[in-house]
């Protein structure tokens, strides 16, 4: 059985495959706690963004926790209020973070100007400020038009949603030929998703004595796709870190991978700049 539990990057540094997301957690004690059970329980990924608004709470949870900073992964991301200096967005989110530097820093979305936020990316990374540097959301156009900018540094990471319902086999394919690692934002589906009840799922949870989330968490993990469920319940927490004890086999593989629609439910990044103002989440600064 594969049970490694971490992925090497096109630039040799190690990223566990599963972490702990924390959109949507609210900053103060519930993002911090669980961040802080996260840590105890084995998880050594935190993934947050600016425009999550926890930063902060991410920090003194880190802070709480006796795992050493070294062997923790922090992603942090650059919203678009700061494409313009990709530097000062990026040292804003260490001082509220509390730390000299993250391993992974991500463009959020393929923005306006996202081109040239990347080239400081590149800066900033070989100033070590940011051990990986990646991007989000982007297409296969996008990366592409990164190199047709300027960009001599391949991104380590492409940050997706990535779920049964929306396999992304294609970039898969695309990422996998430039080494690039692709990692699955909402891997459950995201909040009200109905993946977990797919009685697809919930016949091979039931036969290999897992739970639903665990399934679909190892189908991931086993296409190489890392993985970041978020959770404020510890029980939850604790249940979507133990997949690293049971292997799906070709079949059970097939099987979810049949129950992909295209079933995005994030914007489409094409049209990004296009998505009126009013419905981005407002940034609101932690106590
Ligand atoms: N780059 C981007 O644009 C982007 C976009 C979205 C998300 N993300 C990142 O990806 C992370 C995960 O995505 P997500 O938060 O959208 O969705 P997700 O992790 O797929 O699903 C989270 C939802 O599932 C529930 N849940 C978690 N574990 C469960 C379990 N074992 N059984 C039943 N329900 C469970 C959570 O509820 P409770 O919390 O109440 O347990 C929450 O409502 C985010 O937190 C964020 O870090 C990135």
Not at 102 to 111: A, C, I, S, T
Not at 203 to 217: D, E, F, G, R, W
Request: glycine fraction near 6%.
């Amino acid at each position: 059985m594969d049970s490694k539990t971490w992925v090497e990057l096109n630039n040799g540094v190690k990223m566990p495959l599963l972490g702990l997301g924390v959109f949507r957690s609210q900053a103060g004690e519930e993002t911090r706690s669980a961040v802080r059970t996260a840590l105890e329980y084995g998880y050594r990924m935190i993934d947050t963004a600016r425009i999550y608004c926890n930063e902060r709470s991410v920090g003194r949870g880190l802070k709480d926790s006796v795992v050493p900073r070294d062997q923790v992964f922090v992603t942090t991301k650059l919203w678009k209020d700061d494409f313009d200096d990709a530097r000062r967005g990026l040292e804003q989110s260490l001082e509220r973070l509390g730390l000299d530097y993250v391993d992974l820093f991500l463009l959020h979305w393929p923005f306006k100007g996202f081109a040239q936020a990347y080239l400081v990316l590149e800066q900033l990374q070989k100033e070590g400020l940011c051990r990986a540097i990646g991007v989000s959301n982007f297409k296969q156009h996008h990366i592409e038009e990164l190199f047709a900018a300027g960009a001599t540094v391949m991104p380590q990471v492409n940050q997706v949603e990535c779920h049964p319902q929306n396999s992304e086999d294609e970039l898969l394919n695309f990422c996998c030929q430039r080494n690039i690692v692709v990692e699955a934002y909402s891997p459950l589906g995201g909040e009200g998703q109905t993946i977990m009840s797919d009685p697809r799922i919930t016949s091979l949870a039931q036969y290999l004595k897992v739970t639903p989330a665990q399934v679909i968490l190892r189908w991931n993990i086993q296409r190489g796709v890392v993985v970041i469920p978020k959770s404020i319940h510890a029980e939850r927490i604790i249940e979507n870190s133990q997949v690293f004890n049971f292997e799906l086999s070709q079949d059970d593989m097939d099987t979810i991978s049949s129950i992909n629609g295209n079933l995005r439910r994030a914007y489409d990044s094409d049209r990004i700049d296009q998505r009126p103002a009013s419905t981005f989440p407002k940034i609101v600064e932690e106590p």
